[in-house]
Structure formats: structure tokens, C-alpha cells
């Protein structure tokens, strides 16, 4: 399934951005610098975990199953939340310009929840099956742009770090 492909990748890329900011952890960088670092790391774990349940919550959705639809609806709430821990962070210098793509690309991810979000509302009884599906492909398109983008955040936080 096409969704679960975006998941896996999403999980893949929180993992290399864990690893980048584990190396720009060693890099001896100011107070603040670390702080953003030790932030975005534990929000990224959080992201990893919530996108994992949002994965096991849309494999067990029921249309017309009160308890499957709550249950994708936490887990969308959940990282919902998580996307806007991740931009509230306040980055030094150094690190605004990854940041703000970082940013970008949680919009993104938000874009999409919120389409997964009208698509877990019309799966109770005398829900729209056309929405469901209409929403379920918004919502993997707007996944599929939020990878690119949330990629593109970690190669210049590759490229950063290596410098």
C-alpha cells in the first residue's frame, strides 16, 4: 500500500535526522546551539512514535467502528501536536535556515492530517465512502510532498553539520 511506503520513509528520515543531530551534538557548539539540537532530537523521537501509531491506526481502520476512528483521530491529534512542537522551536542562528525548511515541511504534514482527519471523520455511520477516498489521496499527496521537503531539510542539516 502506497501509504505505508510514506510511512516507512518517514520513519527512515526521522531516523537520519536523529542520527544528524547526534553528530552536531559533538560538534562543541554554544549553549543554545546544543539546546535546539537536544530539542529537535526529542521532537523528532516524538514524531517517529506518533507517526508509527497514526501507521497502525489507519492498518486497523473499520468503517462504521466507533473505537478505529477514534483511535486514528488521537493518533492524528498526537502529531498534529508533535508538527507544532517541532515549529515552535526557536533556532539560533546557525540552524534558522534548516528551521524554517523543517518548518515548511511540517506544514506540509499538517496539510496532510488535516485531510486524514475529514477522511477518519466520514468513516462513522452515513459517512461519504467518496470523501473517504477523496481524502484519503489528499492526504497522501500532501505526505508524499512533505518527504521531499522534509528531505531537503535534512540534507542542508547534513550539509551544516559536515561543514
Known amino acids: ?3 505505508t511506503k510514506l510511512v516507512k520513509n518517514i520513519g ?4 537520519a535526522a536523529l542520527m544528524m543531530l547526534t553528530l552536531a551534538a559533538c560538534g562543541g557548539g ?3 546551539e546544543e539546546k535546539w539540537e537536544q530539542d529537535v532530537t526529542v521532537i523528532m523521537e516524538d514524531i517517529t512514535a506518533s ?3 497514526f501507521n497502525t491506526a489507519l492498518a486497523n481502520i473499520q468503517p462504521g467502528d466507533e473505537a478505529s476512528q ?3 483521530l488521537d493518533a492524528i491529534a498526537t502529531l498534529e501536536g508533535d508538527f507544532a512542537k517541532l515549529k515552535a ?4 542562528e546557525k540552524y534558522k535556515d534548516v528551521q524554517a525548511k523543517f518548518n515548511t515541511a511540517a506544514d506540509k504534514a499538517l496539510e496532510g492530517t488535516a485531510a486524514f482527519k475529514e477522511m477518519a471523520n466520514n468513516l462513522g455511520d452515513g459517512g461519504d465512502m467518496t470523501v473517504v477516498s477523496d481524502k484519503l489521496s489528499a492526504g497522501q499527496t500532501a505526505y508524499e510532498a512533505f518527504l521531499t521537503l522534509w528531505q531537503e ?3 542542508d542539516l547534513t550539509a551544516l553539520v559536515t561543514a
Open 30 to 32: 554554544n549553549k543554545e
Open 70 to 72: 477514534t483511535a486514528i
Open 12 to 15: 527512515v528520515l526521522a531516523l
Open 89 to 92: 522551536v526557536e533556532a539560533p
Open 1 to 3: 500500500m502506497k501509504m
Open 153 to 155: 531539510a535534512l540534507d
Open 51 to 53: 507517526q508509527t501509531a
